[in-house]
């Protein structure tokens, strides 16, 4: 499991699945998220939540406007395992990947 918090809104996850509340409400801003692969990595970040599966698959969902930004595969660029989020993958304001 995984969980990811700021900017007013809590995300938690299973290895297949995503759940994304209000954090000041706690009504949920998607119905639960159900992901082809299991997840890796998670970040919320600007009001975007970026999920990274082990397939490659980055996923950027914009929380506040209530949909998904981008989808993109990594994998032939990079191995997603090896991947931080932190470190090699940035997002910007925009909800904008940036692989490094």
């Known amino acids: 499991e995984k969980t990811a918090l700021g900017q007013g809104f809590v995300a938690f996850a299973s290895r297949r699945k995503v759940y994304v509340f209000s954090s000041g409400g706690g009504y949920p801003i998607f119905p639960p998220l159900l992901l082809e692969e299991p997840l890796l990595q998670m970040r919320l970040q600007h009001a975007f939540l970026l999920l990274l599966s082990l397939d490659g698959q980055a996923k950027?969902?914009?929380?506040?406007?209530?949909?998904?930004l981008c989808r993109a595969s990594l994998k032939d660029l990079c191995e997603p395992s090896l991947l931080q989020l932190d470190d090699a993958l940035q997002m910007s304001f925009e909800g904008q990947l940036t692989l490094q």
């Open 60 to 68: 950027v969902l914009d929380l506040a406007e209530r949909r998904c």
